[in-house]
């Protein structure tokens, strides 16, 4: 009888485990189905007065929650103000996005200003005139060219590259072997060297010939970069030794040239007065395609003397110079430096 009963008290012990286990199982297999949240698939079975109170009570909204509705007319409300956005934060929205479309559509870029810059053998200070030069052109906006143009020479080479490499500007270092017994001589060759690889590299911006003697003003730069062929603008020449100013260039109503500042004229029947040669400048395509300034495409000794050939040019057609700055073509921005030592020359 003993046996019995212990193995009755065995079977129903294990039958109540098997049952809860099942239970169990059962429990957590559906409840991994229930959604994630707050709420749970047994909420509704949930008698607890003070849950129920506080589920009637509506959560107060604030800026970063979202109201829950508990009824269905508060569903529909919330879901068409989701649906649909906020007629003043669409209006506010059009606005912006047509600004930046235009804002887009006016940004225009840059022209190329292509800055040659002949170095003179025998100037003791064209180092220290080189780096000057190299800290100003640093300040222009880009696109900028720089074109150095000098005489070979094995004690200069390393000293010039180096620190044309170190300006961080886009540069092009043109040398020659020539030699020469006239300054101008000199200068013309570099400059139709520097004008030869223009042309040859079809390099397209506004050719500007900066001595390092010049000094300018920034907004030189961006008035120059609006020149459609030949551009001209007065310069201010300065002495070292003397107290006072000397004004060149063209004397001009808004853009058009009507004359000329002059320092003296040689010939008083010269009809057309020099122009120096760092108070213009002009579009590089002149010289590689003529016929679209109207210029004939073959002139004898343009090859050889294109410096010649771009002064003829833009003294002959008045019509397509345009003096700088078109507002006030009497603002000086560009001065010239002369030093009274033996080993300086002024061009």
């Known amino acids: ?43 509704n079975f949930e008698t607890n007065p003070s849950t129920t109170s506080k589920s009637q009570i509506p959560p107060q909204p604030s800026e970063n929650s979202t ?27 059009e606005p912006e996005n047509r600004s930046l479309s235009e804002t887009q559509d006016e940004v ?29 052109l640093r300040l222009v906006p880009p696109p900028l060219l720089w074109i150095v143009v000098e ?5 200069d080479v390393n000293s010039s590259s180096t620190m044309l490499r170190k300006t961080g500007l886009m540069y092009r270092r043109i040398v020659f072997k020539e030699n ?19 042309e040859h590299h079809k390099l397209s911006g506004i050719v500007h010939f900066a001595g390092l003697n010049n000094i300018y003003d920034l907004e030189f730069f961006d008035e120059i970069r609006d020149i459609e062929v030949f551009g001209t603008w007065p310069m201010a020449l300065l002495s070292a030794n003397r107290k006072r100013v ?20 040689n010939n008083e029947t010269e009809t057309k007065p020099p122009v120096h040669i760092s108070s213009f400048a002009f579009n590089s395509s002149i010289l590689w395609d003529p016929e679209r300034w109207g210029r004939p495409s073959s002139v004898e000794g343009t090859k050889q003397d294109s410096i010649k050939y771009v002064k003829q040019v833009v003294l002959e057609d008045d019509t397509k110079l345009k003096g700088l700055p078109a507002q006030d073509c009497s603002k000086v921005m560009l001065w010239r430096l002369n030093f009274p030592t033996r080993t300086r020359f002024s061009t």
């Open 246 to 265: 000397i004004v060149e260039g063209p004397v001009c109503e808004s853009s058009q040239v009507l004359g000329w500042h002059l320092r003296k004229i």
């Open 151 to 155: 005489k070979h020479s094995e004690a």
């Open 108 to 136: 225009t870029p840059r022209g190329l200003v292509i800055v040659v810059t002949p170095i003179m053998t025998k100037d003791r200070y064209k180092n220290v005139l080189l780096r000057r030069m190299a800290n100003t």
């Open 180 to 198: 020469f017994t006239s300054l101008e001589a000199e200068l013309d060759h570099q400059r139709n060297l520097a004008l030869r690889h223009i």
């Open 67 to 93: 109201y829950t509705p508990n009824s269905l007319a508060d569903k529909a409300l919330v879901n068409s103000q989701v649906q649909a956005p906020a007629p003043s934060e669409s209006r506010k929205a």
């Open 1 to 43: 009888m003993g046996s019995l009963e212990r193995s009755k008290k065995k079977t129903q012990v294990w039958k109540k485990a098997v049952i809860h286990f099942s239970i169990c199982f059962v429990m957590g297999f559906f409840t991994g189905f229930a959604p994630a949240g707050k709420s749970s698939l047994f909420s």
